[in-house]
């Protein structure tokens, strides 16, 4: 395909225009980028792609990104270890920890079940989510999972799956963003937001 | 709803052409392979954003062009106008644009513009493949609630995944006791669909003998049934555990098919002349009659669900009619605001009232009069 005639250049163009969102022109720009860059840059840069993997794991309790066996989040005491928050993927804490709305712990599962895609109940870690509301004193399990037919899949799943436990089970309400207009939003969007009003 | 006028931009074989249209019957007629239907082909593609014969958009593209465009001007019943354009070009995919603003999602513009077509593929509705009467049905009711549309692609999608790990069981790879996810989700928005068409079909039998007798002139009782393989009460209106309960009680059917046999996505609409199956008894023009009269009741229906009157499309159906039906067809659909009709023949339209009758000749992809 493209080449810019150097074999060393061409490998790390190549390398970058692998990451997501990065196509061939960028990944080629972020190459001179990094060609033109101090060496102390680089290997600055170096070490801190090597770190990312050798020193993170999956917390042990909720499968997020950890430096050590628990995550930040898990370690942290000053949280409600009553309340669960299952989310999709590690991106899906990022995005609920900025908003500073929940004080609870996180349990990631690691994807949605999705035959199609191949991935079963077994290949997310749901099991694991049933023991820890068994022993952890989990009051309340509340499901933020994308509302798409697979999301929706897994939270029937989940809450079939702890109904005899003495938990709450809630999921995240869906409909009218903030900061929207009402005219301006798709009318299936509005249904929903209707079918799940809530008094006041 | 009222298309004012339409740009069109190398679709099919129109170049270049602006189209104003009348707002109510629009005849427009010439030779066969001038580009009538591809006329109605656009209007219908700005309305639903596919076209109703070509599988995919580059089938539609003029030969040897980059991109084509279609661009409408409309006016709904309460004089508010809007502007619709889709642009396609093989290197960028298909764009809709709405009043100059894209739109992420092309179903959010469905509805929008109401349309029922009626073209001489649909003459095989009544004794043609029960696919398509379901496509029918869905495209009319998709146009009436987004919602039906939403519940829809999510069943389709149910669908899929139950049909894979009815496979996988099949093969011993997995066992029935994950189907439930799949199984709530269909029962959901499939107790949904099937009170939709439940619905329209309690509708059309109100309206089409009506119809029927009026384009006719025949006495004959017509009736439409919903057949369902969801045995549910009619009058409770029970679906979702009857629902639940047919897809357990066939789940060995089922697994050995590797396919979900209970469903909306296999039911079927059966016509009736004098409480016999027109499928097995109908003639040609009968068909044709019942045709006709149901894509009257469907606009009704789009008229009262949305409240605007639809754009009736007429593709070239005048073929075995007679003048007197052709009229009577025609004081039919006056009522119903604007209709795109086209004909080889303009002889064929006689004795309707001028005001209301616009006439165009197409030529080699151009409005010649």
């Known amino acids: 395909m493209h080449t810019s005639g150097l074999p060393v250049l061409d490998k790390l163009i190549n390398d970058f225009s692998k990451l997501p969102g990065i196509g061939y022109k960028t990944a080629q720009r972020l190459a001179l980028f990094i060609l033109k860059s101090d060496s102390s840059y680089v290997s600055e840069l170096a070490d801190a792609l090597l770190s990312v993997k050798e020193n993170t794991r999956l917390c042990e309790q909720c499968f997020n990104i950890a430096e050590h066996e628990r995550c930040s989040i898990c370690a942290d005491t000053r949280r409600d270890a009553g309340l669960l ?7 899906d804490v990022m995005a609920i920890e900025e908003s500073h709305e929940f004080r609870g712990l996180y349990h990631v599962l690691g994807g949605v079940i999705s035959p199609l895609a191949g991935t079963m109940p077994d290949d997310l870690h749901l099991k694991e989510l049933a023991a820890r509301v068994q022993v952890n004193g989990v009051r309340e399990v509340l499901l ?10 897994t939270m029937i799943y989940i809450s079939r799956m702890l109904r005899d436990s003495d938990v709450r089970i809630t999921r ?15 009318t299936a969007t509005i249904g929903r937001a209707i079918q799940t009003r809530r008094d006041l | 709803m009222y298309l004012k006028q339409i740009e069109l931009n190398h679709f099919r074989n129109i170049s270049a052409e602006n189209i104003n249209f009348g707002k109510q019957i629009n005849i427009i007629h010439g030779r066969n392979g001038q580009g009538k239907t591809s006329l109605l082909e656009a209007v219908f593609f700005l309305a639903i954003t596919k076209s109703f014969r070509a599988k995919s958009e580059k089938i539609v593209l003029q030969h040897d062009k980059e991109y084509l465009q279609i661009a409408g001007l409309f006016e709904t019943d309460k004089k508010d106008a809007f502007s619709v354009r889709i642009f396609y070009s093989v290197a960028d995919g298909k764009h809709v ?6 739109i992420d999602k092309f179903s959010q513009l469905i509805g929008k513009i109401p349309v029922t077509l009626l073209s001489l593929e649909d003459l095989e509705l009544a004794y043609g493949v029960p696919a398509n009467r379901r496509k029918f049905i869905d495209i009319l009711l998709s146009q009436v609630s987004p919602i039906y549309l939403q519940a829809l692609q999510i069943y389709k999608k149910a669908l899929s995944h139950r049909n894979r790990l009815l496979s996988l069981i099949s093969e011993n790879k ?5 189907l439930f996810p799949w199984d709530e989700q269909l029962v959901k928005n499939g107790a949904y669909i099937i009170r939709l068409r439940q619905k329209f079909i309690t509708f059309a039998n109100e309206k089409i003998g009506d119809y029927y007798r009026k384009i006719s002139f025949r006495n004959e009782q017509i009736s439409i049934k919903y057949k369902t393989n969801v045995p549910f009460e009619a009058e409770t209106g029970e679906i979702e555990n009857v629902f639940k309960q047919t897809l357990f009680d066939n789940y060995d059917a089922d697994v050995q098919r590797q396919n ?5 996505h296999r039911d079927d609409l059966v016509f009736f002349k004098e409480g016999f199956p027109l499928k097995t008894y109908g003639s040609q023009g009968e068909n044709k009659t019942l045709l006709i009269a149901l894509k009257i009741v469907e606009s009704e229906y789009l008229k009262e669900q949305t409240a605007e009157n639809p754009i009736l499309l007429m593709d070239d159906i005048f073929g075995e009619l007679d003048n007197e039906r052709i009229n009577n067809l025609i004081q039919c659909v006056i009522p119903f605001g604007q209709t795109l009709i086209t004909t080889t023949s303009r002889e064929k339209i006689k004795g309707v009232p001028e005001e209301s009758v616009r006439f165009m000749e197409i030529e080699q992809g151009k409005v010649v009069k």
Do not use: R
Request: glycine share 8%; with cysteine; aromatic share 6%.
């Open chain 2, 260 to 264: 979900t046999l209970i469903g909306p």
């Open chain 1, 144 to 153: 933020a999972i994308n509302p798409s037919t697979e999301g929706e899949a």
């Open chain 2, 174 to 178: 997995e066992n029935s006791s994950i």
């Open chain 1, 172 to 186: 995240i309400a869906s409909g009218v963003p903030l900061g929207s207009h009402l005219e301006f939003l798709d």
């Open chain 1, 85 to 91: 928050c299952v989310v999709e993927d590690v991106v």
């Open chain 2, 97 to 102: 644009f709405f009043n100059q603003n894209k």
